[in-house]
T-cell receptor, first 117, second 113 residues
């Protein structure tokens, strides 16, 4: 079974600085998706960024970018120019491509990010 | 757009009581699922459905029941609530066969005394 590990339960960053959240995963599959979801205090889960394993280029979404290292099974999230609104729980998630219509995601345990003014 | 709607948002139950968490989506998504979120545990899959009439178990299905009679609705039933079921529950949906992006409801906080 696939597993997702987030080794940093909590992280903090100064406003306007850059922070990197770590994620590693374990799988024997070659094709899959990886995601970062954000959960602010409102509880609503919001997709931050998505990476397809077959793409070598790292995904970027405005201030959010990933460092995808397929051989190392590592998928870190970099937040540049951190803002107070970035404070949230961040979850790394994995999905197989061979699940026949099922969008089952396996989540890590999350990293709580605090942004200090 | 309503998206994924969960009700109720908060509920307190006594041990042994039953209840249903409702989930409805208006995006014509084939895939729907229920997760529970516990402190330090992340989100764990309870049950999921790939279309009307089709359901399957996830990682932690014991004590929960689901059915999918329509594309829009996917209720989660607690048959006999236990304190171990105290959690925040999320319903999520997606198109299926797609890029894996799940659209989440706002969550339902359940406390079992």
């Amino acid at each position: 079974a696939q597993t997702v590990t987030q080794s940093q339960p909590e992280m903090s960053v100064q406003e306007a600085e850059t922070v990197t959240l770590s994620c590693t995963y374990d799988t024997s599959e070659s094709d899959y998706y990886l995601f970062w979801y954000k959960q602010p205090p409102s509880r609503q889960m919001i997709l931050v960024i998505r990476q397809e394993a077959y793409k070598q280029q790292n995904a970027t979404e405005n201030r959010f970018s990933v460092n995808f290292q397929k051989a190392a099974k590592s998928f870190s999230l970099k937040i540049s120019d951190s803002q107070l609104g970035d404070a949230a729980m961040y979850f790394c998630a994995y999905r197989n491509l061979t699940q026949g219509g099922s969008e089952k995601l396996v989540f890590g345990k999350g990293t709580k990010l605090t942004v200090n003014p | 757009n309503a998206g994924v709607t969960q009700t109720p948002k908060f509920q307190v139950l006594k041990t042994g009581q039953s209840m249903t968490l409702q989930c409805a989506q208006d995006m014509n998504h084939e895939y729907m699922s229920w997760y529970r979120q516990d402190p330090g545990m992340g989100l764990r899959l309870i049950h999921y459905s790939v279309g009307a009439g089709i359901t399957d178990q996830g990682e932690v299905p014991n004590g929960y029941n689901v059915s999918r009679s329509t594309t829009e609705d996917f209720p989660l039933r607690l048959l006999s609530a236990a304190p171990s079921q105290t959690s925040v529950y999320f319903c999520a949906s997606s198109y299926g066969w797609g890029t894996g992006e799940l659209f989440f409801g706002e969550g339902s906080r359940l406390t079992v005394l």
